[in-house]
C-alpha cells in the first residue's frame, strides 16, 4: 500500500476526534489565552503521568523505532516536567497502566496523533497568547524542526505500515489515543 494511502486513512479515522479536540473548550481557551491556571496545570499533569510511562515502555519494546525516529521525540516527559516545575506544580509519578503498544502498526497510530499535536501545539504557540507563567516547553514542540520533524514522521509512517490489516490497527491506535487526550481535556475542564 502506497505511504499516501496510510496517510489518508489515518486523517479520515480521526478526522471527527481531531475536529472534537480542535473545538475543546480548554483547547479553545488555550487558544484564545484565557485557559485558567487551574486548567492548565491539570492537564499538563495528566500528559505528565501519561507521557512519562508511554515513553519508557517505547524505549523497552521498540528500540528500533527510537533510533529510526530519533530519542529527541521519547522526551515530552522531561518537557512537561520542566513546564510544571515552572509552574511549582510537582511532577506526578508516571501512570503505571500505561504502556505503548506492543503492535507495530498500533504504535504507529499512537505515534501519528502524538506528533500531530506537537504539531498542533507549535501551532498554538504561534497565536502568541502565552501559557500561565509562561510553561509553554511542551507546547513549543521541536521549536524552528516542528515542521521537520512532522514530514519525517509521515515518511516513516509510510515505510512502516502497509496492508489492509496493519492500516486498521494502525486507525484504531490513532481513534483511541484522541480518546485518550480527549479525557485529559476533559478532566481538566472540570477545574
Not at 509512517?157 to 502497509?162: F, N, R
Request: proline share 3%; glycine share 10%; hydrophobic share 45%.
Amino acid at each position: 500500500m502506497p505511504g499516501s494511502d496510510i496517510r489518508n486513512a489515518l486523517r479520515q479515522a480521526t478526522m471527527a476526534a481531531h475536529r472534537e479536540l480542535d473545538e475543546h473548550p480548554v483547547v479553545q481557551a488555550m487558544v484564545n489565552g484565557n485557559v485558567t491556571r487551574s486548567q492548565f496545570e491539570i492537564l499538563l499533569k495528566e500528559y505528565a503521568g501519561w507521557f512519562s510511562a508511554w515513553e519508557p515502555s517505547v524505549a523497552t519494546l521498540h528500540p528500533e523505532v527510537v533510533a529510526e525516529l530519533g530519542e529527541f521525540r521519547f522526551e515530552k516527559s522531561l518537557w512537561l516536567a520542566e513546564d510544571l516545575e515552572r509552574l511549582g506544580v510537582d511532577v506526578p509519578a508516571a501512570a503505571q497502566e500505561i504502556r505503548a503498544a506492543e503492535d507495530g502498526a498500533r504504535l504507529a497510530g499512537e505515534l501519528y496523533v502524538i506528533e500531530g499535536s506537537t504539531l498542533g501545539g507549535a501551532a498554538m504557540m504561534r497565536s502568541g497568547k502565552g501559557f500561565p507563567s509562561g510553561a509553554n516547553r511542551f507546547y513549543e514542540g521541536y521549536g524552528a524542526r516542528t515542521g521537520e520533524a512532522w514530514m519525517a514522521m509521515v515518511a516513516w509512517l509510510d515505510g512502516h505500515v502497509s496492508g489492509g490489516a496493519e492500516v486498521d490497527r494502525a486507525c484504531a491506535a490513532a481513534v483511541e489515543t484522541f480518546a485518550v487526550f480527549r479525557g485529559f481535556l476533559d478532566r481538566a475542564a472540570g477545574a
